[in-house]
């Protein structure tokens, strides 16, 4: 069974950045395209970014574009959000995601922007801006 874990939230200013973490554990993370989702009180749960096996695939949500990078490091079973010039809308609960997938090394793979195409979850990490 896969396990995810965040790391990295808190409480910052805004014009402040964050880098968050995800690691990933029991399964081979290169065989995981990953998410980033987050959940702002009251509100449903948005997309925030994703990333194909490889790395070299991403998207983001429109309105991110410019402001927060999605990476994954294979070696290390990570993933990362770095988050800068942060908002106070930007604050939520951010939870990392995980799909299963067959990695074909011949291309760098797909990346998912739908909660529902997510099998496994991390518990979520707590990032509040302040103004």
């Given at each position: 069974q896969v396990q995810l874990v965040e790391s990295g939230g808190g409480l910052v200013q805004a014009g402040d950045s964050l880098r968050l973490a995800c690691v990933v554990s029991g399964?081979?993370?290169s065989t995981y395209?990953?998410?980033?989702?987050?959940?702002?009180?009251?509100?449903?749960r948005e997309f925030v970014a994703a990333i194909s096996w490889s790395g070299l695939r991403t998207n983001y949500a429109d309105s991110l574009k410019g402001r927060f990078t999605i990476?994954?490091?294979?070696?290390k079973d990570t993933l990362y959000l770095q988050m800068d010039s942060l908002?106070?809308?930007d604050t939520a609960v951010?939870?990392?995601?995980?799909r299963?997938?067959?990695?074909s090394y011949s291309d760098a793979?797909?990346?998912y922007t739908g909660a529902f195409e997510y099998a496994y979850w991390g518990q979520g990490t707590q990032?509040?801006?302040s103004s």
């Open positions: 399964r081979t993370f395209a990953m998410g980033w989702f987050r959940q702002a009180p009251g509100k449903e990476s994954r490091d294979n070696a908002k106070p809308e951010y939870y990392c995601a995980a299963k997938i067959t990695p793979g797909d990346y990032v509040t801006v």
